[in-house]
C-alpha cells in the first residue's frame, strides 16, 4: 500500500504524524520508533515491545513446560561442569 501525506515541521523540528498514516500502521502513543537515513530519506520504523510481542504477537512454535524444564537442567550441568 502507498500513501503520501504532506506535513510541516514545527517547533524544535517536531514532525506530527498525519492520522491516516498513524491509523495505517497501527501506532499507538507510547510506541517506540526507530529513525533512520536512507538515500536521503527518513525512514521511521515501529519497534515492537518485546512483552507485548511475547503476549499478543504471532506465534511460531510451542514449547511444553517439561521441555523448559529439561533445558534448564542441561544448561545448569553445563555451567557447573565448566566452573
Do not use: N, W
Not at 517536531?14 to 501506532?27: A, D, H, N
Not at 511475547?54 to 523448559?68: D, M, N, Q, R, Y
Amino acid at each position: 500500500m502507498s500513501l503520501t501525506i504532506h506535513s510541516k515541521v514545527g517547533r524544535k523540528y517536531t514532525i506530527y504524524l498525519p492520522k491516516k498514516i498513524v491509523e495505517s500502521l497501527g501506532i499507538k502513543e507510547r510506541d517506540r520508533v526507530k529513525l533512520s537515513i536512507e538515500k536521503g530519506k527518513i525512514v521511521v520504523e515501529i519497534v515492537k515491545d518485546p512483552l507485548e510481542l511475547a503476549l499478543h504477537g504471532k506465534k511460531f512454535t510451542k514449547i511444553s513446560a517439561e521441555e523448559v524444564e529439561q533445558i534448564s537442567l542441561e544448561e545448569q550441568e553445563k555451567h557447573e561442569s565448566s566452573g
